[in-house]
């Protein structure tokens, strides 16, 4: 997938030229430096001024960013809008059954008859995170989905993402750098523009080192 393209939010403007991979692609840079922006642009939330985004082999694509889900809401609920892509289509049993298979890879299995209400924020975000993969798309954008992960669970969801992104495309913003061994790629933005794209064995700028995985 390659694009080419400019918006202007307000006082900011994006103008961000580059290319997505098969495998895990990470977005790094500071607050408002645009990854959020260029990754609504890439969903096809978001309409650019000018340029174009070209989806070669991509014939789904899903973004998740705030995941708002009703406190009455189940975690079997929160999976199953990712079988759906987040739409209004009903369910069958082989979506539950998948659902309970994605929710498995994130060690949530057992989450999912309990109510969203009464989980913290980490088992949130990993029923949400299982939602994005159960969509089963060809292009995943992930915007910060490890923001509520604490101690090894950044580097075990990210070995779960990098283990399922053969062929397709998953693109993680991120402000975490002890991850950056589980990407593939690593695309940093600053004020608005591309400023490295590359492999991540070739991005100097780590926060820290660790092993994808984390311990167990």
């Known amino acids: 997938m390659e694009f080419n393209v400019v918006k202007r939010l307000g006082d900011f403007q994006l103008a961000a030229k580059g290319r997505v991979e098969e495998g895990v692609t990470c977005v790094v840079g500071p607050n408002g430096s645009g990854k959020t922006t260029l990754m609504k642009i890439l969903a096809g939330l978001l309409k650019p001024d000018s340029g174009r985004v070209e989806y070669v082999g991509v014939s789904s694509r899903v973004y998740v960013g705030d995941f708002y889900t009703p406190p009455?809401?189940?975690?079997?609920?929160?999976?199953?809008?990712?079988?759906?892509?987040?739409?209004?289509?009903?369910?069958?049993?082989?979506?539950?059954?998948?659902?309970?298979?994605?929710?498995?890879?994130?060690?949530?299995?057992?989450?999912?008859?309990?109510?969203?209400?009464?989980?913290?924020?980490?088992?949130?975000?990993?029923?949400?995170?299982?939602?994005?993969?159960?969509?089963?798309?060809?292009?995943?954008?992930?915007?910060?989905p490890l923001s509520n992960l604490h101690g090894d669970w950044r580097g075990r969801v990210m070995e779960v993402l990098r283990g399922l992104s053969r062929g397709r495309l998953v693109v993680v913003s991120t402000h975490h750098g002890d991850v950056l061994s589980c990407c593939h790629y690593v695309l940093q933005m600053e004020n608005g523009v591309v400023t490295w794209l590359g492999p991540s064995a070739d991005y100097q700028p780590r926060l820290a080192e660790a092993e994808c995985g984390g311990s167990r």
């Open 72 to 144: 009455e809401a189940t975690g079997l609920d929160v999976v199953l809008a990712g079988r759906t892509r987040f739409g209004r289509r009903p369910v069958g049993r082989e979506d539950v059954e998948k659902a309970a298979e994605y929710a498995e890879l994130l060690e949530a299995a057992d989450l999912l008859k309990r109510r969203i209400s009464t989980l913290s924020g980490g088992q949130r975000q990993r029923l949400v995170i299982a939602a994005a993969l159960a969509s089963e798309a060809d292009l995943l954008l992930l915007d910060e």
